[in-house]
Each structure stands twice: as structure tokens, then as C-alpha cells.
């Protein structure tokens, strides 16, 4: 595989080619913010937030579905990008129910700990307090669609990994719902295998076990690593702390 | 050096955050020495007075009475702080946004046991159509969150509005809830 050069905040940096900028911008250490990127599944460029400037282009791109080039000039942090991922981040609080002193990832919840690292100390637009409902359904699970931010993790990991597709989006702009199936209660469903992937995966309070009440949810990805070393690197097992 | 003249108010929200407030235990004799506490749910004064320098404002503006409270605040105040989730986001109150305001009454009162207010008869203030976050009613100065916010993140904030200094917190400080 070629090698590219590319300068990212005035710095040159190698990377191999077919590489996406957002991995190489994680291996060198340098934070951008996302959301609906998940290591182990397809990229999705839905959340915006890891855009970056590119020299040469008026417009934004996402790093995390733009393919690093020979003689890109990146700048990841500029006082624009900035102000445009907190605008992000306030457009998803105002846009559904996310109170999180009531939620069950309240101190786990990737939107919440994004909103306080890029400083978001308050929601500068109007609130649209959609009325949404919560399907409690299934057997083990729930879904709140007042907390969900259509990152679609739980679609790609439904559809990609565990090969179920029980997962889809309806509607368009701001009446798109994630559905089960063809928009039935998720305890009916046929295809959904109660593996659970959708729930680990979700960054917010949408998708949880039944159960857990306030602040008491806490997700983990590493099954993530595990089916997919298996799956192309035929690992099975790891060192300890591996 | 003359003191802080210092207020606390509470408008639709639970008191937690006062509560967390008086958690700064023994810095409240520290904090005693710095300010003059002139007006608070903890303190005997019924007007909000003239000439506040820092006004710490505590719960959402859910009703005409926290509207025009919010507004004198405002009027009298130097700094004003969006206090805990209910004054920066509305938080708690607010989930009766989508329900309206007839609805709400209906579901709590009419159908509840007892007699029921009427709203307007100058007993129960008139509930505005939606619980709003303070900053949406009159200009806001700083923000502190956390519902409530603890007292290590209130220590810091106070702190830095006594010296004058913008108020910023560390991200691990400014979390909602």
C-alpha cells in the first residue's frame, strides 16, 4: 500500500493511502469530536461533528467518511469548526427531550460528556419538546425515542454484525424515528434476536435495559473489537489486559 | 474592602441547588466574610433589593410570578448566574412542554382529588404555555450546571465571580445533570 503525505495543522504527516482522515487523526493523538463514528462499524458522516477545513475547499468535510489524499492541508480546530460543533451539539439538545438529571446514562452518556468538553455550558435556541414515545415492549429492552439523536449506531451494528436488520430510520428531516422492523412495537418483532448490540452501542439514554433507572445504565463497545478479530483476524482469545 | 452585596433567588425548581449551596459547609464562614447575603430563600427579606453585585437564580421560569421576579433580578442585579439545570435548561419543570398547559392542570388537578385552583385568582400564579430556561426570559451572565450542581463546582464559580473573573469551569464541572 502507497503512502501519503498530507499536512494537518501545520504539521506534515504520513498516512497510508484509503486511509480515513478521522483514523488518522486519532492515531496521532489529535481529538476531534463524534458521535455516530464507532470503531468496528461502517461510517455513517451523519453527525458532523468531527468536520474539518481543507485547504483549497469552501466547504466542511467530515473526517470521518473523507479518504486522506496526497497533499491535503487540514485544520481540525479552527475558531469556525469550533463554533459549529457547539451549534451541533445545542441543534441535538433543543431538537428532542434530552433531560439528562432524569436520564438512565446520565455521567455515561457520550452526548452529554461531548456537550461539556466543547463547553456547551447552556442552549442558545428554542426547545422543541416534541411529544415522543417510549416503547417498553420487548422483553428486555427499551427505547426512548426522546433521548435518540439518529446517530444510527444501533441500525449499522443491527444490520452489519449481528446480520439481523431489525433496525431502520423512517420519516425525513426532523420526523425521522428510528423503527423496528416495518414500524411495529420492538416486542413483536420477528428478526430481533435480543442480542443487545443496539443497546451497548447507542451513545445516549435511547436505548437501555429494562430496568435501570436514573444514571444507572453504562454501555461498553469491546464486543465490538472481539466479533470483528475473530471474524478477519481469527483472534480468539487475548493476553491478559489486552 | 466593602462586601459583595449577594443574592440567591429560587423560581420553579426544587431547592436542591440551595441545598447544595449550604453543603459548602464550613466555607460558608469564609464566604460570610466576603459577601452580604441581602436577599434568598434563606434569608428574612421580602423585595429583592437595589444595587446587587451577584445574583445566583435557582429553577425555570415556569409561572408569571418567576417571570416577573427574574425581571427585577435582572433590573437589580450586576451579575446574574443561571444556577443548576432548571435555570440553564429548564430541566425537570420543562417536561411539561409537550403536554400544554390545560392538559397539566387537568391531569393534576381536575381529575385530582380535592378542590382545585384555578390559576389567575391571585392564589396559584398563572402558568406560562411552557417552562422556560432563564436565559430565554432575561440576559444571563454565566451558567453553572448540574442538577444540582455540587459544591466543589458552585465553590468554583462563586469564587471566580467574587475576584471578578469570567467563569470558567473545567469539563468534568460542567456537566448537565
Known sequence: ?242 | MPKVRFATAWLGGCSGCHMSFLDLDEKLIELADKIELVYSPIADAKEFPENVDVTLVEGAVANIDNLKLAKEIRKRSRLVVSFGDCAVTGNVPSLRNKLGVDDVLTAVYHEGPGRHPTGGDEIMPQLLPKVLPLHQVIHVDAFLPGCPPDPDRIWAAVNALLAGEPLVLEPEMRTFG
Open chain 1, 1 to 242: 500500500m502507497s503512502v501519503v503525505t498530507l499536512t494537518i495543522n501545520d504539521e506534515l504527516v504520513s498516512a497510508q493511502e484509503g486511509q480515513t482522515l478521522l483514523s488518522v487523526l486519532q492515531e496521532r493523538g489529535i481529538e476531534v469530536p463524534t458521535l455516530c463514528h464507532l470503531d468496528g462499524l461502517s461510517e455513517r458522516g451523519g453527525c458532523r461533528l468531527c468536520m474539518v477545513e481543507m485547504e483549497g475547499s469552501g466547504r466542511l468535510q467530515a473526517a470521518c467518511v473523507t479518504q486522506v489524499q496526497e497533499g491535503m492541508v487540514v485544520s481540525t480546530h479552527s475558531e469556525r469548526l469550533v463554533k459549529y460543533r457547539r451549534m451541533i451539539l445545542e441543534l441535538l439538545f433543543s431538537e428532542r427531550n434530552h433531560v439528562c438529571a432524569v436520564c438512565v446514562m446520565n455521567g455515561h452518556c457520550e452526548l452529554q460528556w461531548e456537550a461539556a468538553k466543547i463547553g456547551m455550558d447552556h442552549v442558545r435556541y428554542e426547545y422543541l419538546n416534541p411529544d415522543l414515545p417510549m416503547d417498553a415492549s420487548h422483553e428486555r429492552f427499551v427505547v426512548d425515542h426522546n433521548r435518540c439523536i439518529l446517530c444510527t449506531r444501533c441500525v449499522r451494528v443491527c444490520d452489519e454484525i449481528e446480520g439481523a436488520h431489525v433496525w431502520d430510520v423512517m420519516g425525513r428531516g426532523v420526523n425521522s424515528r428510528t423503527i423496528v422492523d416495518l414500524n411495529q412495537p420492538w416486542g413483536t418483532s420477528q428478526s430481533c434476536t435480543s442480542c443487545g448490540k443496539c443497546v451497548q452501542v447507542c451513545p445516549t439514554g435511547a436505548l437501555f435495559s429494562k430496568g435501570a433507572t436514573v444514571a444507572e445504565m453504562e454501555k461498553q463497545h469491546n464486543f465490538l473489537r472481539w466479533i470483528l478479530d475473530g471474524r478477519e483476524k481469527k483472534i480468539w482469545s487475548y493476553e491478559n489486559g489486552k
